[in-house]
């Protein structure tokens, strides 16, 4: 299985019906139109993605699939995502996914970098409700991937011990093989 998809049912693991999620890097759509749904009409996904093209693309997915309405698009740096989240959403988040690097088709230098992507995972970690999950898919093939992936893995070892960390990686095929971070928080 594509780790795309190990990542997505990781997720679907702890996600359901009426729950708040959060994709912080929305890209084509893909993960937030699978966290729309997931958590159905009554739940709500928060998506950020720093690029208009990219917010667009999944605007324009959400309503051929008919799922516009229980997804809040927002061109920001997800570092600053807890500026956005409604306060009456602020411990319910069950799940957030990270899906790191470039968007594929457009321009490679507006990449994910260290510097955010750690501060995002802090605040993600935060925010994130006991029982809750955070999926964090990692490419080590492009410059600076390598090292971004090491550091939110190192970060995310040295959380608290009401953190879990689980980490998954192809290991017969690919050169630079991607790295899927799964953090849970236990209370
Ligand atoms: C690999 S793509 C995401 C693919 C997406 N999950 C999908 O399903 O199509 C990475 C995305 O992260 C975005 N990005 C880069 N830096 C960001 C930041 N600091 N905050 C939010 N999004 C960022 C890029 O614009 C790009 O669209």
Redesign the pocket.
Known sequence: MRL?KVAQSRIAEVLGPGDIAI??????????AFLARTVGTEGLVYG????QK?ICATGELLCTLGLKNRALLIM????DMAHHIHRRHRTRIRAI?F??????G?DPA????TG??LI?LEKACKLLAPGGRIAVLAYTGHPGGQSETDEVRAMANSLPDNYTVTVERPSNTLKSPPELIVIDRLA
Do not use: C, K, W
Not at 23 to 32: E, I, K, L, R
Not at 48 to 51: A, C, G, K, N, T
Not at 76 to 79: D, I, L, Q, S, V
């Open positions: 795309v994709d912080a890097t929305t890209g084509n759509g893909v993960d937030t950020f993605d720093i690029q990219a920001e740096n997800h570092a996914m899906n790191l690097g470039y968007l594929p457009a507006i990449v994910t970098r955010s992507t995002a």
